[in-house]
């Protein structure tokens, strides 16, 4: 027998990390059939609690797996199950983008980021929660953790599938704060490339400047073959990088940001473990005077360029629109053309010297959310420390490694430069490894233990 | 009566420059239902030659205009006639991005820009023709002066709409070439405003890093009226800048770039004589040696992400891709994404150096095409003239001037720095008096006469 189920409890399947299925299902140690069913399960059992998912299609996606367990393999991501955000197109599924405006709207193809992750041997599950149109409305997702509490947003019900096991993988966009956010906030690695470095085509449009497709897996190696894939760099998930990134000495630019002062206490807490897990390969990092304002540039250039790109649903469809979202609209439609102009010359500006930041140092450590998902669900949280990164268009990627006070996870995030999406992740990899080291008892902190992960592969 | 075609040839009022259409519209002394029947007329008596639209409705284009004539001005483009290439979504219109895989696709929403101009009182009256998803397989459309030649593309009917006096103003998206190469070929005002100054929400998405919506009028006052809206930038539009630019000196760079070699007899003579015209403006501009290659890096900029954003088309749909197209996206999957992640940090440093070019210069006049447009309409043409600036981000616009030896339209294009569009287009105001000015004899030379204009609004 060559299945992995054979030999190892069906119950951990659905907790593995993706690049360890990948590897198996590569091997025929596991069929992808198996795998599906391990998270089948899981959303059986846990989606009346956590409502991740928008629709769901899992005869589709047992033929496939069967088709794929039957034929070559397909690619990196050949069998595992991923959602997709109800943000993207998809030609086999409703999308409406988290808006009532577009209910049982059916897309006539896919978005490019789903269709490079089909080719590359994924098995479609289902399409996820967003918050309206990806804004601050929230959809109906609940922490996994703890489910009086926010899983973050917009890209809600993606992390917070990949946090309670229901998928090994899932896509989602950031603005302002979309993808790190939740993923800080439901306790997976998010990761965030840079600006247009994964097509958008098939996206719901809110902000040219701003808008990014990325993902959300249990490990950096997870979202590594996830990012290899929607970018078409090999490198990203290349082994060899990751292990060149443990050999050299790493130069980390500790960068809290002018915004720290906000950062509350479980956020503080992981950061003074951050620091003495790197202590050798950080040093302290203030961004240039010359680099003030990054927030409300941010805030300013999202605004006016969602008015705009949601004009067509506010002339028609208002009335659809929700309270919230019609206000930034508002805010949006009352900032000047010309300002704005401005503020595209100052977004290049930005960018510009954002490069100098890495002269000398190879990524940036910085806090990914002001503290642990707050209680309550009509607010999906803060985008703020992930506003600025967002701006300069740099890759991004959280980092999962502390509990806060009330036991719902926190994290950090890596930042990296513009274009060096594969050292950003090499480098994750090997800070997330002294991060979790340095706290043993926190590694299993998450719901989908890479303890369970580990256990699982070993009995193979 | 208060109606300007009770005392003016209707005739002459669908070949009005928009700003002068708009100006009596306002006032009154025109009516909406009169411009637009004079276009109807128009497109009755040449669109079986021209072929410039792929679906008209001019019930309900009557309807507004009655609506508009007696309600309130609504906007900068209240009761201009205008067309949307089919690249662009629009609630009202099947929309198939000029592609048999979408024929008869009624999208759910108006594209940003097409709701912005409604917004602003524009009346819709058609889609226009768009090659096959705006790249190089041409439409049906034909040259309004030659029909035994292409238009230029992929904003073919845009163009061809706008130089024939069918439409006041029309949109359309450039990638490579798209605008300024058929606003060229149909010697007309064609503008691209700074790279993602208009949202492409609602455009079917091929580049991000290059994909800019513009459009085409018949003056440099035209499409600054349609700028201002698409940009909400009133600055564009605004008369005092067009006085300041003509009372001020301004320092134009002539650009002939590192391809001038390849620019034939007819853009060569354009050029001289435009020396002339700018005589005391103008001053010899070279690229710096460290902005080689632009042409080259766009081209493998726009292959690497329309084989990304196409890859749902590609997998699904391949048969109904032309050879053209599928070639293009295979050498689009040849570029490795790890040097399209290099490319991208190049156009980085090339859009930061092109800042340079306008410490000593408000503008550059550069070539727009190779020559006038080519026989035959199987090939759209060479973008060749435009790639550099397009993936430089900056703003262009076409102005044409002069006759090749055909008896087709030559013109050149005046380039301004990013986010500065209401410089350029003061500055291009001015320089298109110039160039006219100094040939007389060939202000008349589109077949839609600026001439006769003046003589429709003398009447008042």
């Given at each position: ?175 302002a704060g979309?993808?790190?956010r939740?993923?800080a ?70 960068c809290q940001t002018p915004d720290w002062s906000l950062a509350d206490t479980d956020t503080r807490r992981a950061w ?15 961004l ?6 990054l927030v409300a540039?941010q805030k ?66 910085a806090p990914s959310t002001v503290g642990a998902?707050p ?6 949280g803060d985008p703020l420390f992930c506003r600025g ?21 926190v994290?950090l ?48």
């Amino acid at each position: 027998m060559n299945s992995l189920t054979a030999r190892t409890p069906p119950v951990a399947l659905n907790q593995l990390e993706a690049w360890q299925a990948a590897e198996a299902l590569a091997r025929r140690d596991l069929l992808a059939v198996d795998l599906l069913r391990a998270c089948l399960d899981r959303i059986q059992a846990r989606e009346p609690q956590v409502q991740a998912f928008v629709s769901l299609n899992a005869d589709a996606a047992l033929r496939l797996a069967r088709e794929l367990d039957a034929g070559p393999v397909r690619g990196l991501l050949h069998g595992l199950p991923f959602g997709v955000k109800d943000l993207l197109d998809t030609e086999d599924f409703p999308t409406a983008y988290g808006s009532p405006i577009y209910a049982g709207h059916q897309p006539l193809a896919d978005a490019a980021a789903v269709a490079l992750c089909r080719d590359a041997g994924a098995v479609m599950l289902g399409k996820t929660v967003s918050t309206e149109l990806a804004n601050m409305s929230p959809g109906i997702t609940r922490n996994p953790h703890a489910t009086g509490h926010t899983p973050g947003g917009s890209s809600s019900g993606s992390a917070a599938a990949v946090a309670d096991g229901m998928l090994a993988l899932a896509l989602g966009t950031q603005t302002a704060g979309s993808l790190i956010r939740p993923a800080a906030y439901c306790g997976v690695v998010g990761f965030k490339p840079s600006h247009n470095r994964v097509s958008k085509a098939g996206v719901k449009s809110l902000s040219e400047t701003l808008d990014t497709v990325g993902g959300f897996g249990r490990s950096v190696r997870d979202v590594a073959l996830l990012g290899a894939v929607l970018t078409g760099d090999e490198r990203l998930a290349d082994p060899r990088h990751f292990d060149a990134a443990a050999a050299g000495p790493l130069r980390i630019g500790l960068c809290q940001t002018p915004d720290w002062s906000l950062a509350d206490t479980d956020t503080r807490r992981a950061w003074d473990r951050a620091e003495k897990a790197l202590a050798g390969s950080g040093k302290a990092l203030q961004l240039p005077p010359e680099m003030t304002g990054l927030v409300a540039l941010q805030k300013a250039v999202q605004a006016f360029e969602t008015a705009r790109s949601l004009r067509p649903e506010w002339r028609r469809h208002a009335a659809q629109l929700s309270a919230p979202l019609l206000a930034l609209l508002e805010d949006g439609m009352r900032i000047s053309g010309a300002t704005h102009a401005q503020n595209l010359q100052a977004v290049a500006r930005q960018r510009q010297l954002a490069e100098g930041l890495f002269q000398d140092h190879d990524v940036l450590l910085a806090p990914s959310t002001v503290g642990a998902a707050p209680a309550g669900i009509d607010f999906t949280g803060d985008p703020l420390f992930c506003r600025g990164w967002t701006l300069l268009g740099l890759p991004c990627i959280h980092l999962p490694f502390a509990q806060g006070q009330t036991g719902l996870p926190v994290g950090l995030q890596l930042v990296g430069r513009f274009g060096d999406d594969h050292r950003l992740l090499a480098a994750a990899h090997w800070v997330h490894q002294q991060l979790l080291g340095q706290n043993p008892a926190l590694a299993t902190a998450a719901p989908v233990a890479t303890a369970a992960t580990a256990a699982a592969l070993a009995e193979r």
